[in-house]
């Protein structure tokens, strides 16, 4: 009987957990709003220490060892808050320079992943290669830049502009810093507010757009799958120049809540004129457990005056000699 009774007990717990667990497998499924969609609502971090893409002497190797993935993780943080000083004595930016001013550029929150790379097509984790008409229009368009960078407003970044960010643009992609979202739902809508840029207000009814004037983040519409959320944008304002892709440029999103902190967020990419093939990358999004706060980028672009007035100040200078 001594032996008898752990026995059963042992056995009853391992009954009870084998009943449960379909049980909260259920119950992550069913996760819903209170009219019946998924739920994916909430605030996360985009931060992954996978880059989007795979270094070059990882070849197909597409996921890290645990061990491997702490050494990999501590190498990159090392990299993005190094100190940035190139002369002795000299003060480093006091805006990009993480080290020095004790800044993170992951905000504190870092969804684990044991990936290479964001990139999981091509197996090389890698973007292909651009077409070459891709090629000739960057080389254009670069040229037509060549000596006319400070002009105006309208020949710097759309980022300098603060008009689009790599975690605003579909696909989303982790940024420098800021690199967080917000995901608000309605009936008939899900709206995606990335911290730096405009939202993305999506109807999910599958509706086809067409006929629309381009925007800068592309048109969207969405539709479930199950438990997924699928995003298609296509509309893309030909002067986004996003990796060097055209208006035609396709994006297929799929949002899926696998649990109560983590949406897998995966995407396709598609524009035959730019790229020789497409390609799909796949991260985590984690629960920021935080709010997000306003990123007043036009209000406060102190930046954008100064590079201007920097140039114009130059070109004074240079007409007294």
Not at 249 to 262: A, G, I, K, Y
Request: net charge negative.
């Amino acid at each position: 009987m001594k032996h008898t009774q752990p026995t059963y007990l042992v056995s009853l717990l391992a009954t009870l957990i084998v009943l449960t667990a379909p049980l909260h497998a259920c119950a992550q499924e069913q996760r819903k709003t209170a009219w019946g969609e998924p739920d994916l609502a909430g605030a996360y971090t985009e931060f992954t220490i996978a880059p989007l893409e795979r270094p070059e002497e990882l070849g197909t190797k597409e996921y890290f060892t645990p061990a491997e993935a702490e050494i990999f993780q501590l190498q990159r943080l090392e990299e993005v808050n190094q100190d940035d000083e190139t002369e002795p004595g000299t003060q480093a930016d006091v805006h990009y320079d993480f080290g020095t001013y004790a800044l993170s550029a992951n905000e504190g929150i870092t969804s684990p992943n044991l990936r290479t790379s964001i990139i999981i097509i091509p197996n090389n984790g890698r973007i292909p290669p651009l077409v070459p008409a891709a090629i000739t229009r960057r080389d254009e368009r670069a040229q037509a830049r060549l000596g006319h960078e400070f002009d105006g407003p309208e020949n710097r970044s759309l980022t300098e502009r603060c008009i689009v960010w790599p975690s605003t643009l579909p696909p989303i992609l982790p940024g420098g810093y800021n690199s967080n979202l917000q995901i608000f739902q309605s009936p008939g809508y899900v709206i995606i507010q990335g911290e730096m840029g405009d939202p993305r207000i999506i109807p999910t009814d599958g509706r086809i757009v067409t006929d629309s004037l381009p925007q800068w983040i592309g048109n969207s519409t969405g539709r479930w799958e199950g438990a997924t959320l699928v995003i298609e944008t296509t509309g893309f304002n030909d002067n986004t120049a996003w990796r060097n892709a055209t208006a035609n440029m396709h994006v297929t999103e799929w949002l899926t809540r696998l649990d109560d902190d983590t949406v897998e967020y995966r995407f396709r990419v598609e524009d035959p004129q730019t790229w020789a093939e497409p390609w799909e990358g796949v991260y985590p999004l984690t629960n920021l457990n935080a709010l997000l706060f306003e990123y007043a980028c036009t209000e406060g672009n102190y930046g954008m005056a100064n590079i201007l007035s920097g140039e114009r100040a130059v070109e004074q200078q240079a007409e007294k000699q």
